[in-house]
């Protein structure tokens, strides 16, 4: 610490030492600003070009009616009314949302468990963290393509498996039915998902120090009490943190759903995403769908708006 | 530490759990390999045991290669994914270094836009990016998803390299500094050295941030020969409604394979990348 401060105190002299030695392309060079924002114009010039202009540019097209491959005209909120009375617009936004709580209780519980499995001694611990680990390292749409097959009403291996040992005549159409097809984009999404919570809760409970537990045992704590009362609250702002990102990955979501079912049946799986790809290459009205896509930013600003004020009321 | 741990408990409380994690995380890929080592006829056979192999047989995966561009869409991937890690490494530390680093006027803001920039998903961007893409006259390249990946993992490299470059002491600089070196030996030949496993977890991540994007490659990539695998086969290997089960599961296996092994490699900075940001805040 005081070693720190006699550094610190010596800052200026180091600065002036530095300086004082170098004439001027070099001195000038030498700034903390002058070479800080040398360093950062190329990638800010690349992030304004590709990530600052298209988000702009996305903002106007959703107040104009742009055909592909024809002029824009000015339309105002025209895209935003027609997607009021849009009821398929209103379907995906019912869809993003009980598909994203849905499968976030479902990762963050199933993580939660997963985590307080693997945070005790047994052999061969990192291997199985990295086996357990596939599913989210698997690119997205060679899982889902497999998921499809698993789930395939004549000869997947959930029906299969099923008629096999007699639990069934014929399974249930898991993509078929509106229902069905909502669990298994669901249940496929949770799969790919919860070794993340698992994985990031256990780095989180591997932070909390082994006496607090030692201590609450002492005094009397069960296992449950101990958890409740110590481990919760220590493991509180990782939980938040990871919900937070898998909340905004999840209502973002597009690939799992668009090589599962497309959308249908009947569009009961429509996310807002891929709604928006529907309408504007689909469809082939540009500013309509960027209108679909500017729609979510609110949403989601609501939902994590909402998420930030009960985590700061507790 | 715990002392009354038996051996029934011990079965209930890690073992079992521990075996059905493995059951629900890995059968998918079980049933893949299951399904990719199949004859056609065993496959569709539904009086077989579906998770039995009684003739294994190789012939989708030779199916697959001699019938599909695989490889070449093998290649493409790993191409790809490559130079964008290698950009966005680049750009992400010129963009961190400074910002963990260096004091200067509109730091706090650029940190915080940096943060913003990373959780801005493609989603919002990809009707705008299509336009864009197409008017520079990119459309169906590989520079369209080269230029266009590096804007996904530019601001996560640059957010998890800041973490590392904050950990390495000022003095070190400091006193390169009084020694004579510029500050941009300073950083090259003192600091980032000292980050290797910073850049390690970002690029692995980076990699297989790019290995599994899907969105941009569906818009830019329509030639056949310069898709990568998630487009290639969900595009060609899926025909109409006739899907052929055994090939796509070999692709499925074998497009997972580059990933799985490097990741393997890795295994300890990938986790190290993933939990970064929630657990060290």
Known sequence: MSVNRVLDAARPGVRAAVAGRLRWPRAWLERETVFSWLMLTPPLLFLVAFLGYPFCYGVYLSFVNRPVARPATFVGLGNFVNLWYDPIFWQAVWNTFRFTTAATVLKLAGGLGMALVMHQHFRLKGLTRALLLLPFIVPTVLSTVAWQWILDPGMGLFNRLLTYFHLADRGPSWLGNPTMAMVSVILVNTWRGLPFFGITILAGLQTIPAELHESATIDGAGTWQRFRHVTLPLLMPVIFIVTTFSIIFTFFDFQLVYVLTGGGPANSTHLMATYAYAVSMGGGQLGLGSAVALAMVPVLGVVLLLMSLYVRRD | ?281
């Open chain 2, 1 to 281: 530490m715990v002392g009354e741990l038996t051996w029934s408990r011990r079965i209930v409380g890690l073992w079992i759990p521990l075996a059905a994690l493995f059951i629900f995380t890995l059968f998918p890929f079980a049933w893949m390999a299951a399904t990719s080592l199949k004859g056609n006829e065993e496959l569709y056979d539904p009086t077989s045991n579906p998770l039995w192999i009684r003739h294994p047989s190789l012939e989708h995966y030779i199916g697959l290669l001699k019938e599909s561009n695989f490889l070449v869409w093998i290649g493409n991937t790993m191409l790809v994914a490559t130079v964008s890690t290698v950009i966005s490494l680049l750009l992400g530390v010129m963009l961190a270094y400074p910002l963990a680093r260096m004091r200067f006027p509109g730091a706090g803001l650029l940190a915080i836009s940096v943060a913003i920039a990373y959780l801005v998903p493609q989603t919002l961007l990809f009707v705008p990016m299509a336009d864009l893409i197409n008017r520079m006259n990119l459309g169906d390249t590989l520079s369209a998803v080269m230029l266009t990946y590096p804007t996904l993992l530019v601001p996560f490299c640059a957010w998890l390299l800041m973490g590392y470059f904050k950990t390495v002491p000022r003095e070190l600089e400091e006193a390169a500094l009084i020694d004579g070196a510029s500050r941009w030996r300073a950083m090259t030949q003192v600091i980032l050295p000292l980050c290797t496993p910073g850049f390690l977890s970002a690029g692995i991540f980076a990699f297989t941030l790019a290995q599994n994007e899907f969105l941009y490659a569906l818009l830019f990539l329509n030639t056949s020969s310069i898709r990568t695998v998630p487009v290639g086969i969900t595009g060609e290997l899926i025909r109409g409604d006739a899907f052929y089960w055994g090939q796509l599961m070999a692709a499925a296996l074998l497009g997972s394979l580059p990933v799985a092994l490097i990741y393997s490699f890795f295994v300890k900075y990938y986790v190290a990348g993933l939990t970064a940001g929630s657990v060290k805040g």
